[in-house]
């Protein structure tokens, strides 16, 4: 209001009164936040794995895209795995090397889905990483390689020499595979037990297996880990070029996904 003050006008602000949030105002606004994220959360972690799905996926599409150029330039032939190597991840470098040298990078051969755990630095950035672990002779890597050769340590049955439609006569029968169903490029998944059905107890998060860098011991784990520290699935590129999210099921013997190493431990699926 305007009051007068010695013949002139002065101005009086009229200031509005701060009210305080009760408590119980408070506890709603708490509710409402705590829902929200409820909400919120879950969604963000669900399109957090989609992204990684998605960069997994697009890594075994680069893979393969090498391979076809490697197999253009060589007699349809795929790489044969010549050399050491204990477990399906350990490709000979004469193999890693033959696909680095069509395009993919060494970045290219980890799923992401390992992290936190294993970045690019246990992975192949340092010089004690995963890729160099086998010094000379094999490449650690993410994926497994479904090729023949004598270092091949996927049950021969499953084992491929090219990207073209082809008679396996190693195994339970003779088969005449199809290019659109025959996988060449499997995420890793690993246990130290094949219990069916599988379950959290056969250890899909925990497996060791001699790797240290910098004086931290690192023990592998399976990509794309879901509820119950079991597989939730992972990515299999097939000899037509096309990548395909399966689901882990290894409810028993003849679901899906199956043990591919010949009974050897650990034990590798897809």
Same mark, same amino acid.
């Given at each position: 209001?305007?009051?007068?003050?010695?013949?002139?006008?002065?101005?009086?602000?009229?200031?509005?009164?701060?009210?305080?949030?009760?408590?119980?105002?408070?506890?709603?606004?708490?509710?409402?936040?705590?829902?929200?994220?409820?909400?919120?959360?879950?969604?963000?972690?669900?399109?957090?794995?989609?992204?990684?799905?998605?960069?997994?996926?697009?890594?075994?599409?680069?893979?393969?895209?090498?391979?076809?150029?490697?197999?253009?330039?060589?007699?349809?032939?795929?790489?044969?795995?010549?050399?050491?190597?204990?477990?399906?991840?350990?490709?000979?470098?004469?193999?890693?090397?033959?696909?680095?040298?069509?395009?993919?990078?060494?970045?290219?051969?980890?799923?992401?889905?390992?992290?936190?755990?294993?970045?690019? @630095?246990?992975?192949?950035?340092?010089? =004690?990483?995963?890729?160099? /672990? !086998? #010094?000379?002779?094999? *490449?650690? &890597?993410? %994926?497994?390689?479904?090729?023949?050769?004598?270092?091949?340590?996927?049950?021969?049955?499953?084992?491929?020499?090219?990207?073209?439609?082809?008679?396996?006569?190693?195994?339970?029968?003779?088969?005449?595979?199809?290019?659109?169903?025959?996988?060449?490029?499997?995420?890793?998944?690993?246990?130290?037990?094949?219990? @069916?059905?599988?379950?959290?107890?056969? =250890?899909?998060?925990?497996? /060791? !297996? #001699?790797?240290?860098? *910098?004086? &931290?011991? %690192?023990?592998?784990?399976?990509?794309?880990?879901?509820?119950?520290?079991?597989?939730?699935?992972?990515?299999?590129?097939?000899?037509?070029?096309?990548?395909?999210?399966?689901?882990?099921?290894?409810?028993?013997?003849?679901?899906?996904?199956?043990?591919?190493?010949?009974?050897?431990?650990?034990?590798?699926?897809?």
């Amino acid at each position: 209001m305007n009051t007068p003050v010695s013949g002139r006008w002065r101005i009086t602000v009229v200031r509005p009164r701060l009210r305080a949030f009760t408590s119980i105002e408070l506890l709603v606004v708490i509710a409402a936040v705590v829902m929200l994220a409820g909400i919120w959360l879950p969604a963000l972690v669900r399109s957090r794995e989609r992204d990684i799905r998605v960069v997994c996926m697009n890594n075994e599409k680069q893979l393969f895209t090498s391979l076809q150029m490697y197999c253009d330039d060589n007699g349809d032939r795929l790489p044969l795995l010549v050399g050491a190597g204990s477990w399906p991840f350990d490709i000979p470098i004469g193999v890693t090397g033959a696909i680095t040298n069509y395009g993919s990078v060494k970045k290219t051969f980890y799923c992401p889905s390992t992290a936190p755990r294993f970045t690019d @630095l246990q992975n192949w950035a340092f010089a =004690n990483s995963l890729w160099n /672990f !086998g #010094g000379t002779s094999f *490449n650690t &890597v993410g %994926y497994t390689f479904a090729f023949a050769g004598s270092a091949s340590k996927i049950a021969l049955q499953y084992q491929n020499q090219t990207l073209l439609t082809e008679l396996h006569t190693n195994g339970p029968a003779v088969t005449v595979d199809s290019p659109g169903t025959r996988e060449v490029i499997a995420d890793v998944m690993l246990s130290s037990a094949s219990i @069916l059905p599988a379950t959290g107890a056969d =250890n899909f998060s925990a497996i /060791f !297996g #001699g790797f240290t860098q *910098n004086g &931290v011991s %690192y023990a592998h784990l399976s990509s794309h880990l879901g509820k119950g520290l079991v597989p939730a699935g992972g990515n299999n590129a097939f000899k037509d070029g096309h990548v395909q999210w399966r689901k882990f099921d290894a409810s028993n013997a003849s679901s899906p996904t199956k043990v591919r190493t010949g009974g050897s431990t650990p034990y590798f699926w897809y």
